[in-house]
């Protein structure tokens, strides 16, 4: 499985821009890059994923580095329920048989 | 559309018994995958299913835990003669076909042993 590397943990103050980096130097040309986030006490959810080019929805930002070697995920302001871990992930076409694997993740403290 | 169901959300067994957890994948999602978080740890893969087959059973205990998906109704996940150790938050997710699409997760079954 292709490795994802994130810090273990970042803070924020709120209603401030948050911008969790992630490396994926070993992706390869068909990997998707995802993101989800848990919440305590809370089952993961889907926050965005991307191919090759930057992507927005209303939960965030996803830019995606040229050679895509990196990506960073944007919290365009923060709350305090933004507070979570926050995985990234990376989903292969090699196959057809794909499984989500958790790394780690970033854990996000947001200061009032 | 019904998000993933999972039910019970809170199991208690005692040592010795089994507990078996559903989970309901959302309309139209013939991908299953089941999840354990032991307390302060991080998400750990168990097992990749569709429609009446395992795929990836990778992260299962080889013994007392089992898994499956059969073509009408919910998944199953079946501990037996459960131990304290099993004490964890069971997550399932679904997706529908290609690495492409997302998994959504449903809320989980937190299993108590006493």
């Known amino acids: 499985d292709a490795k994802t590397t994130q810090p273990n943990s970042m803070e924020s103050n709120e209603e401030e821009p948050v911008h969790l980096p992630c490396n994926h130097s070993?992706?390869?040309?068909?990997?998707?890059i995802h993101w989800y986030r848990q919440l305590p006490s809370q089952g993961p959810e889907y926050v965005i994923h991307?191919?090759?080019s930057n992507v927005n929805n209303r939960m965030a930002s996803l830019a995606i580095a040229e050679d895509r070697k990196s990506s960073t995920l944007i919290l365009h302001r923060a709350t305090l329920r933004d507070a979570a871990v926050y995985y990234c992930?990376?989903?292969?076409?090699?196959?057809?048989?794909?499984?989500?694997?958790f790394g780690p993740g970033t854990s996000l403290s947001v200061i009032p | 559309n019904a998000g993933v169901m999972q039910n019970p959300r809170h199991l208690v067994r005692r040592r010795g018994q089994e507990a078996r957890l559903r989970c309901s994948p959302m309309?139209?999602?013939?991908?299953v995958y089941w999840y354990r978080q032991l307390p302060e740890e991080g998400l750990k893969f168990m097992v990749y299913?569709?429609?009446?087959?395992?795929?990836?059973e990778s992260g299962m205990p080889k013994e007392r835990f089992s898994a499956e998906f059969p073509k009408e109704g919910p998944s199953i996940l079946r501990i037996q003669q459960v131990v304290r150790g099993d004490s964890a938050a069971y997550f399932c997710?679904?997706?529908?076909?290609?690495?492409?699409?997302?998994?959504?997760f449903g809320q989980g079954t937190r299993l108590t042993v006493v």
């Open positions: 299913l569709q429609k009446e087959n395992i795929i990836d």
């Open positions: 997710a679904s997706s529908s076909y290609g690495q492409y699409t997302e998994a959504f």
């Open positions: 992930i990376l989903r292969g076409r090699k196959t057809s048989y794909d499984k989500v694997i």
């Open positions: 991307g191919l090759t």
């Open positions: 070993t992706i390869s040309g068909t990997d998707y």
């Open positions: 309309k139209g999602h013939s991908h």
